[in-house]
């Protein structure tokens, strides 16, 4: 399986600089329904999926 962009996407990264901005909205809002955030975030242990769901408010990996 290719190893998933979610990781170092360059959205997320706005987002960690400024949730706020537009660019760092637009990454959490498409978080909620992208199908490669899914798959990206299935393959995580479910520890570190807890952690990032939390950080990015996403109950549904919680």
Sequence with gaps: ???SRCENCGLR???HRNPQSLLGRLWRWHATWCPGWRA???SLP???RA?????????KYQ
């Design 1 to 3: 399986m290719a190893k």
């Design 13 to 15: 990264a706005r987002y």
């Design 40 to 42: 990206y975030m299935t």
């Design 46 to 48: 479910q520890e570190e």
């Design 51 to 59: 952690t990032l769901a939390e950080r990015y408010g996403l109950k």
